[in-house]
Antibody, heavy 120, light 108 residues
Framework: QVQLQQWGAGLLKPSETLSLTCAVYGESFSGHYWNWIRQPPGKGLEWIGEISHSGSTNYKSSLQSRVTISRDTSKNQFSLKLTSVTAADTAVYYC??????????????WGRGTLVTVSS | EIVMTQSPATLSVSPGERATLSCRASQSVSINLAWYQQKPGQAPRLLIYDASTRATGIPARFSGSGSGTEFTLTISSLQSEDFVVYYCQQYNYWPPWTFGQGTKVEIK
């Protein structure tokens, strides 16, 4: 059974860097895209970006200047870094698996989410 | 960017009745549409993909239909655990992958 376990700092000050990691259990890291999605309190879902096993990345254009998604295939893990955070970045951050690498697809598996609060 | 618009924002339905949720895309996404259910404090759960295919383990009371720009999620007989929030998501144009703003199904 596929499981995504995520962790990272939950409280940041403005201008700091958000850093989260997601570990994949139960299947190979290859063959899928690994995503980060966030949800501000009481609001909807916003896709942030994704990375493939080979390291190919896609980012939401409005966040691209601040976002880096990387992976460590030896550990079956991928990570999110978001620089220069503000209160607007306060959200629950989810990692998720998007099925397949060669065709558009949906998010089949999700981590449990990490609440990240940005406050001075 | 494809804009997904869900309606209504809140749907009031009695237990045991049918719920019909709508999702509209700003341009055709073919059948590349998924529905998710989100319970409070939990991650979204995949219900439907390819507009009408139920994900593994999803009860038959959940069904999806539509293509192009108009989609519907139907819950045939609402159970107590179904009164939560539902999101649609298109995966025809990427990136970015885009979600609707959600429909909350509440008890009437």
């Amino acid at each position: 059974q596929v499981q995504l376990q995520q962790w990272g700092a939950g409280l940041l000050k403005p201008s700091e860097t958000l850093s989260l990691t997601c570990a994949v259990y139960g299947e190979s890291f290859s063959g899928h895209y690994w995503n980060w999605i966030r949800q501000p309190p009481g609001k909807g879902l916003e896709w942030i970006g994704e990375i493939s096993h080979s390291g190919s990345t896609n980012y939401k254009s409005s966040l691209q200047s601040r976002v880096t998604i990387s992976r460590d295939t030896s550990k079956n893990q991928f990570s999110l870094k978001l620089t220069s955070v503000t209160a607007a970045d306060t959200a629950v951050y989810y990692c998720a698996r998007r099925n397949g690498e060669n065709a558009p697809s949906y998010f089949q598996y999700w981590g449990r989410g990490t609440l990240v609060t940005v406050s001075s | 960017e494809i804009v997904m618009t869900q309606s209504p924002a809140t749907l009031s339905v009695s237990p045991g009745e049918r719920a019909t949720l709508s999702c509209r895309a700003s341009q055709s996404v073919s059948i590349n549409l998924a529905w998710y259910q989100q319970k409070p404090g939990q991650a979204p759960r995949l219900l439907i993909y390819d507009a009408s295919t139920r994900a593994t383990g999803i009860p038959a009371r959940f069904s999806g239909s539509g293509s192009g720009t108009e989609f519907t999620l139907t819950i045939s007989s609402l159970q107590s655990e179904d009164f939560v929030v539902y999101y649609c998501q298109q995966y025809n144009y990427w990136p970015p992958w885009t979600f609707g703003q959600g429909t909350k199904v509440e008890i009437k």
